[in-house]
């Protein structure tokens, strides 16, 4: 029988009265306050933020847009392989700022330079901006490297979650046909990677789990807004090929997006390569924003992610 996580439930259900009463005193859901919303949760239930040796802003200049990075360097005497980190939040929210205790973690578990992307976004700035910054990047990053002098091994990885996952997603497609940029390994924490919302998972989980499925609707609905193809710019509905990157995909029971992960899994695997699926069957989407909650669940992630990362 299908449940969400006992250290989940109280928390959640504090969470929808709050969303019932804000709604029938009229609340609107704009830019502002999807950030402050996300930006609050984390700030309030990732408390623990690791110490990590070398932290450094930079840009990745040259494209169409300035994209800051911030480079977090867990040894930086040593030489280590490199992991770009796409932030979550629908293509609205997140920042480098909110995700700065996930991707000390991340850094410190795997031993990978983590260099954490600040990519445009909606609604000042709509579709492909964000797509066009991530794999700006993905093709840049040695340039930050070199600029603050770092030692790193030329090996690159690309992970994120949610609407960052997305990124990885949209980044490992297009990479397959440029013969200029490698990218060994790909991660995907719960992704959103169907703009069309075609899948099971999305009437499944559509309330109650905090992320709604009314809510990924508005998000893409600020994202899109040139009246573009969603079916075409969903990764889900991309190009499979063996050149896509070995893949880690973790997914959450009572996510909308859970069956987008699963489905990207069969389709990678399909066109032969070599994917690693873990799969919560209690928890729900945004959990890794929530650590004080699931300890031990976030603990697992990133134990899993460096385990992939360093066979």
């Given at each position: 029988?299908?449940?969400?996580?006992?250290?989940?439930?109280?928390?959640?259900?504090?969470?929808?009265?709050?969303?019932?009463?804000?709604?029938?005193s009229g609340f609107k859901a704009t830019a502002t306050n999807a950030r402050e919303g996300l930006a609050n949760l984390t700030k309030g239930l990732v408390t623990d933020i690791p110490a990590i040796a070398q932290v450094q802003d930079e840009v990745v200049a040259g494209g169409e847009y300035a994209v800051p990075v911030r480079i977090y360097h867990p040894a930086p005497e040593q030489a280590l392989p490199v992991m770009i980190y796409y932030h979550g939040g629908g293509h609205m929210a997140g920042s480098v700022t909110v995700?700065?205790?996930?991707?000390?973690?991340?850094?410190?578990?795997?031993?990978?330079?983590?260099?954490?992307?600040?990519?445009?976004?909606a609604p000042e700035c709509a579709y492909p901006a964000g797509v066009n910054d991530a794999y700006h990047v993905?093709?840049?990053?040695?340039?930050?490297?070199?600029?603050?002098?770092?030692?790193?091994?030329?090996?690159?990885?690309?992970?994120?979650?949610?609407?960052?996952?997305?990124?990885?997603?949209?980044?490992?497609?297009?990479?397959?046909?440029?013969?200029?940029?490698?990218i060994e390994k790909q991660v995907m924490i719960y992704p959103s990677l169907d703009y069309t919302m075609s899948t099971n998972g999305i009437t499944d989980n559509?309330?109650?789990?905090?992320?709604?499925?009314?809510?990924?609707?508005?998000?893409?609905?600020?994202?899109?807004?040139?009246a573009e193809n969603r079916y075409l710019a969903s990764p889900l509905f991309g190009q499979?090929?063996?050149?896509?990157?070995?893949?880690?995909?973790?997914?959450?029971?009572?996510?909308p997006l859970r069956?987008?992960?699963?489905?990207?899994?069969?389709?990678?695997?399909?066109?032969?390569?070599?994917?690693?699926?873990?799969?919560?069957?209690?928890?729900?989407?945004?959990?890794?924003?929530?650590?004080?909650?699931v300890k031990e669940e976030c603990q697992q992630v990133y134990a899993a992610i460096a385990d992939f990362l360093n066979k």
């Open positions: 029988m299908r449940a969400v996580s006992p250290k989940l439930v109280p928390w959640l259900a504090n969470f929808n009265q709050q969303m019932e009463q804000l709604l029938a995700y700065d205790p996930i991707c000390r973690k991340l850094a410190n578990a795997t031993q990978y330079i983590v260099v954490s992307v600040d990519y445009r976004l993905a093709k840049n990053v040695w340039s930050a490297l070199d600029m603050r002098q770092l030692n790193y091994q030329r090996r690159l990885v690309v992970a994120g979650d949610s609407g960052g996952g997305a990124l990885v997603a949209s980044v490992t497609e297009r990479a397959q046909f440029d013969a200029s940029l490698i559509a309330t109650g789990y905090l992320l709604q499925t009314a809510k990924i609707g508005w998000y893409f609905d600020n994202y899109f807004q040139h499979f090929t063996a050149k896509l990157p070995t893949t880690l995909m973790i997914t959450a029971e009572f996510c069956d987008e992960g699963i489905i990207y899994c069969d389709k990678a695997q399909s066109a032969g390569v070599e994917v690693e699926h873990l799969h919560f069957d209690d928890m729900i989407h945004t959990f890794i924003n929530m650590e004080d909650l």
